[in-house]
């Protein structure tokens, strides 16, 4: 065996690189966490005259984020790594913070674009190291999850008129 396979995890990438990856994708999955629970309570607590469609969209994004929590964890996983699990350790580790008691759906929309801007610079950061490290599996999420997320962003900001 080489001194690079030795370096390699078991699934044939560097160590060294993965260790990074894993990190950063442990960052995304706390923003994840923050986001899918704002989202929830957007869902939640709406009211208004668009309350019909807006509590509609906020499921669908929380729905949404949910599957891509669970695909970043499996991802740290598949990487060699343990993904965070509580709480705390989200808190500690996500630029977005947690939102309370927001019930204008301006507001709400509002804070959605905030929490997808965080999302897209953090999931362009992972595209590029995952690039750097053949990492294929973590770049694809990436590059799917920037690509869905530009078109919400568009969405979102035509609503508020932006």
């Known amino acids: 065996m080489s001194k690079k396979e030795k370096n390699n995890n078991a699934i044939g990438l560097d160590k060294d690189k993965t260790k990074e990856l894993a990190e950063r994708l442990n960052i995304l999955l706390a923003n994840y966490q923050l986001f899918y629970q704002n989202a929830r309570g957007f869902h939640w607590?709406?009211?208004g005259l668009k309350f019909f469609e807006l509590h509609v969209k906020f499921e669908e994004v929380y729905t949404d984020s949910l599957l891509k929590i669970d695909e970043i964890a499996e991802r740290i996983r598949?990487?060699?790594?343990?993904?965070?699990?509580?709480?705390?350790?989200y808190?500690?580790?996500s630029t977005i913070k947690e939102i309370t008691d927001v019930s204008d759906g301006l507001e709400a929309v509002e804070?959605?674009?905030n929490g997808f801007k965080v999302l897209l610079e953090k999931e362009r950061v992972i595209l590029d190291l995952?690039?750097?490290a053949n990492d294929e599996g973590t770049n694809s999420l990436m590059s799917d999850y920037i690509s869905q997320q530009?078109?919400?962003v568009w969405m979102y900001s035509a609503y508020l008129a932006k």
């Open 45 to 47: 607590n709406i009211k």
């Open 78 to 89: 598949t990487l060699g790594y343990i993904p965070l699990h509580s709480f705390s350790n």
């Open 91 to 93: 808190l500690k580790n």
């Open 111 to 113: 804070e959605i674009l």
């Open 130 to 132: 995952s690039a750097d």
């Open 150 to 152: 530009e078109k919400l």
